[in-house]
């Protein structure tokens, strides 16, 4: 016996048309003034946007922006540059692995003539881009008619046509998509797509929506039948791994040992202090495992937590003077090598080890 197919939600065109005109209507008199809003023709700059704002804030994604398309204003100013300029432009925003996508997909456009592609198939063949990004970028620089659903949309639709079920499960999602395409205004698809992101961002709100202020709220279902503040059933909270490690903090005169990590994985390419887990090791482990030897004792200093979405580090440092207990090579940065403070300036380092810095400049 075959498996049933889960049924698409229909919706009547009377309805699609009196939320289009609703939603367009307050968003042309609401819109968020954002600063890639303002460079809506530029394909570029809106990619950029995107990709930043991939599990990140509006308010924390702002500076980030402009201080970014400064320093590459456009896409062969970013292919032409350093792996670590462009991961030092993007440092404290975390999840690095959009920067080093961004920057390869960059190299991809430049190589293949400069262009970013039009259309939203083709900005999903790039390194970084997933189905939600492409159609946001292909409808607001291109103006191609295809719905872009993320998590506020998915909350939006669901309490709208009173969806139920978890917000991360496969058919929910798909029962989104699917009324995400029917309700779409194709003459203004970017606009379309940004005010749903509005009204979910600021006014159809996780936990409290302001209903009264929702150009939709007489024909949400969800309102209409006490179901107000529902929105898709969140999944059960975790409780997230900590990984607990010691870090050494070797110093010699006013330079810092220091790695890069590699190319792959958390923190991929940045700069760090070298560390291993537990908060029982010695510094005499770290120091050999480097290939230094001390040169006094090792001082604790202040534990530094740092809280990911999936696990809570604990860093434990340990602040030694040392110097190198053998001839060292200096072009493989995965081992290590001494860095004085105008390059580490320059160095692309994570939040949490950019705190451990500040730990050794305070402590002199």
């Not at 997230?240 to 010699?252: H, W």
């Amino acid at each position: 016996m075959t498996r049933r197919a889960a049924r698409r939600p229909a919706v009547a065109p009377a309805r699609a048309r009196a939320i289009r005109q609703r939603l367009l209507n307050w968003y042309d008199r609401n819109r968020r003034d954002l600063p890639w809003r303002r460079r809506r023709e530029d394909p570029y700059a809106q990619w950029v946007a995107e990709i930043m704002l991939q599990q990140t804030q509006v308010a924390t994604v702002r500076a980030y922006y402009e201080r970014f398309l400064r320093q590459f204003p456009d896409v062969r100013s970013l292919a032409w540059a350093s792996r670590q300029r462009v991961l030092k432009s993007w440092e404290g925003l975390g999840y690095y692995r959009r920067a080093m996508h961004l920057h390869t997909a960059a190299r991809q456009v430049v190589g293949a003539g400069g262009a970013l592609p039009e259309n939203r198939d083709g900005l999903r063949a790039l390194p970084g881009i997933g189905d939600y990004t492409s159609a946001a970028i292909a409808s607001i620089a291109f103006g191609e008619p295809v719905a872009a659903v993320d998590g506020n949309v998915v909350r939006v639709l669901s309490r709208l046509f009173k969806l139920v079920g978890p917000a991360k499960t496969n058919r929910l999602r798909e029962g989104v998509q699917h009324i995400a395409e029917q309700l779409l205004d194709s003459r203004r698809p970017g606009d379309f797509n940004q005010a749903w992101m509005d009204l979910g961002a600021t006014v159809c709100r996780p936990k409290e929506p302001h209903c009264s202020a929702c150009p939709l709220s007489s024909l949400c279902l969800g309102r209409l039948n006490r179901r107000r503040n529902r929105a898709p059933r969140a999944d059960a909270p975790r409780q997230v791994p900590v990984v607990v490690q010691t870090v050494l903090i070797a110093r010699c005169g006013d330079a810092l040992f220091m790695r890069r990590r590699p190319e792959s994985g958390l923190w991929a390419g940045l700069w760090e202090f070298p560390a291993l887990d537990g908060n029982d090791v010695r510094a005499e482990q770290l120091l050999a495992l480097c290939g230094l030897c001390a040169r006094g004792s090792a001082v604790p200093l202040e534990t530094i937590e740092r809280r990911l979405t999936h696990r809570l580090y604990c860093f434990h440092p340990l602040l030694i003077s040392a110097d190198d207990a053998r001839p060292r090579p200096r072009s493989d940065a995965r081992v290590g090598r001494w860095v004085p403070p105008r390059q580490r300036a320059r160095l692309p380092v994570s939040t949490a080890h950019r705190k451990l810095l500040s730990l050794v400049n305070a402590g002199g």
